[in-house]
């Protein structure tokens, strides 16, 4: 057994068994949102976006659903790769932009007075 298993979905009876009200909101919703029909961004957009938001997120489940979805939508191999840097370049500048937060914090720590706080 391991953390991360191809079959492990089938564990959604479960929650849709506990929580049957939200699972039906929910996953109507997840379909409104990724097909809707007055959808204006193409399909193969949304999964890109979808499996650019899945690699930051590290979920492997919606990496694999996504990554077909996107090619059954016609994504070249070119796109995928340019989506995963995308999606690499984000997190990176994410890290890098909380970044300003630990030094505001060490200046802090250091006596100093944190602008606008």
Same mark, same amino acid.
């Given at each position: 057994?391991?953390? @991360?298993? @191809? ?8 929650? /849709? %068994? ?6 039906? %909101? ?6 409104? *949102?990724? /097909? =809707?029909?007055?959808? *204006?961004?193409? /399909?193969?957009?949304?999964? #890109?976006?979808?499996?650019? *938001? ?9 990496? $694999?659903?996504?990554? =077909?979805?996107? @090619?059954? %939508?016609?994504?070249?191999?070119? $796109? #995928? ?12 500048? =994410?890290?890098?932009? @909380? ?19």
């Amino acid at each position: 057994m391991s953390y @991360h298993e @191809h079959t492990d979905h089938h564990y959604a009876k479960h929650i /849709r %068994a506990g929580a049957p009200a939200a699972f039906k %909101a929910f996953t109507a919703w997840d379909a409104e *949102v990724m /097909r =809707g029909d007055d959808k *204006v961004i193409p /399909r193969k957009y949304t999964e #890109l976006m979808a499996l650019a *938001v899945a690699l930051t997120t590290q979920c492997p489940y919606c990496i $694999e659903a996504h990554t =077909g979805a996107a @090619h059954s %939508a016609g994504a070249t191999q070119q $796109e #995928l790769a340019e989506t995963i840097m995308i999606a690499a370049a984000l997190r990176a500048g =994410g890290s890098y932009a @909380h970044g300003f937060m630990a030094m505001k914090f060490f200046d802090h720590a250091e006596g100093g007075e944190i602008p606008g706080g």
